[in-house]
């Protein structure tokens, strides 16, 4: 078993060294479908720059839909316009099954990074051709990103 000197301790590979949690109630909105700034943490400062970052997001998504279409959403290091997109692929989706119809879907995410140092995270948003808008709701639920140091 591997350790982590952290000041005179020594934890295991894998040990939770600190959490954080950011809690936000503003609401965001776009009908871009291009990934749009949502919600950012403040600095995340490691004990050690080779350690493991855990990131859990729980956030309330709204979208209206027009023709046929939803939301996507992904995590990022730093922001969407110079940061790193975390999560792929197909990202969690959320929309509306009739023409105009609106939809909330509480979204969670999870994903463990090798920041390789301090940084922030944000959510990233956009909606899908055929909706009309994608919207983040904080003031209904509000957003939370926790953030855990795992020693590595």
Sequence with gaps: ????????????????????????ATDYATTS???????????FT????????????????YATRSTSGFGR???????????????????PQ?????????FYSITNMQYLDTPNGNTTYSIGFNKHSGATNA??????GNTHITLMEIAG
């Design 94 to 102: 959320f929309g509306a099954t009739d023409s105009g119809s609106q």
């Design 46 to 61: 490691l004990t050690n720059s080779s350690n493991k970052v855990l990131v859990l997001v729980n956030c309330l998504m």
């Design 1 to 24: 078993m591997a350790l982590t000197k952290l000041n005179s301790l020594s934890m295991p590979t894998g040990s939770v060294l600190q959490v954080v949690q950011f809690t936000e």
């Design 135 to 140: 919207n983040i709701v904080g003031s209904l």
């Design 33 to 43: 479908t291009s990934f749009t700034q949502g919600p950012q943490t403040n600095t």
């Design 73 to 91: 959403v992904a995590i990022y290091r730093g922001s969407i316009a110079s940061g790193t997109r975390l999560t792929q692929g197909s990202e």
